[in-house]
Nanobody, 130 residues
Framework: QVRLVESGGGSVEVGGSLRLSCDVS???????????MAWFRQGPGKELEAVAV?????????HYADSVKGRFTISQDSANRTAYLEMSSLKPEDTALYYC???????????????????WGQGTQVTVSS
């Protein structure tokens, strides 16, 4: 199977930056089958929201939620073992538990549900204070 482990969360002030990492491990056959990595978040009292996705195809297509466009950058290492979410110009509304998720087919947008992904990490907390 596949295991995802997030790290890099923490507390920052408004305007600050953080870099989240998602380490992917598991059997080679499962890892090679993954096509889309996504970062989701769930803020206090809010619905789960996909904020960024990256596909492992040759185009490395990427999609962002409007709420983070221009401030967050998703990337993945060449071995597709680690996904990153660089977050800058953080706002209090970015406070949330951030999850990475993976699945075996590509993502064409960030309009995604929890049930669209088979593999999930445990989450890492990001708190932005003013």
């Amino acid at each position: 199977q596949v295991r995802l482990v997030e790290s890099g969360g923490g507390s920052v002030e408004v305007g600050g930056s953080l870099r989240l990492s998602c380490d992917v491990s598991g059997s080679l056959s499962y890892l090679e089958s993954l096509e889309c990595m996504a970062w989701f978040r769930q803020g206090p009292g809010k619905e789960l929201e996909a904020v960024a996705v990256i596909n492992s195809d040759s185009r490395r297509s990427i999609h962002y939620a409007d709420s983070v466009k221009g401030r967050f950058t998703i990337s993945q290492d060449s071995a597709n073992r680690t996904a990153y979410l660089e977050m800058s110009s953080l706002k209090p509304e970015d406070t949330a538990l951030y999850y990475c998720a993976a699945r075996g087919w590509s993502c064409v947008s960030v309009v995604l549900l929890r049930t669209d992904f088979r593999y999930w990490g445990q989450g890492t907390q990001v708190t932005v204070s003013s």
